[in-house]
């Protein structure tokens, strides 16, 4: 069970669709923003959804290319993105950081150095809510369950800057 299966049956089940055309979903969609999720992987994913049941395939004649696999979701693959869904919409949502290992190590710096790398993660905070904002502004037709991650980003972004703000002044009293 991986989240990776709970894309791309929601793909599937959305349309029928080649593998490839489900890759150009992910990156339209920019879901390995959002969740673990690679592109290369999905062919893999594809595979294996199919060897379990989960997905089936026709074999349709290619206009200049040559034929190709259409990916379309089974009563079984329906049954399991319901019990995925459910799944992962009952579990803890855990909120990992790569910056906490910084965080949790900057009373063995120095306090100029503390501050310094202090203020390298504001930026890069900012520079990810900026580029969070653009992808925002480019996709701005996507449908609305995308464009609500879109502003849930943000609002994590907000947060945790005011956060960082909070435990920056929190330290210099210290």
């Known amino acids: ?3 990776i299966d709970l894309v791309v049956l929601g793909i599937v ?11 150009k979903d992910v990156e339209y969609h920019n879901l390995s923003k ?3 999720i690679s592109v290369p992987s999905i062919y893999r994913k594809v595979l294996q959804l199919k060897e379990k049941g989960y997905l089936e395939s026709d074999i349709v004649k290619g206009d200049k290319f040559a034929d190709k696999a259409i990916y379309s979701i089974t009563e079984k693959g329906k049954e399991y993105f319901e019990k995925l869904m459910f799944t992962y919409a009952s579990q803890d949502v855990p909120l990992l950081f790569d910056f906490n290992v910084v965080i949790a190590n900057l009373n063995k710096v120095s306090s100029n ?6 203020a390298q993660l504001r930026e890069s905070i900012k520079i990810s809510a900026k580029a969070n904002e653009d992808y925002a502004i480019q996709y701005a037709t996507i449908p609305l369950v995308g464009r609500t991650i879109f502003e849930q980003q943000k609002l994590l972004y907000n947060s945790l800057l005011e956060w960082l703000n909070n435990f920056e002044a929190q330290m210099s009293k210290e």
């Open 1 to 3: 069970m991986s989240s």
């Open 113 to 118: 150095e503390a501050i310094k790398l202090i």
């Open 34 to 36: 959002w969740t673990k």
């Open 13 to 23: 089940l959305e349309k029928p669709q080649s593998a490839y055309d489900i890759q």
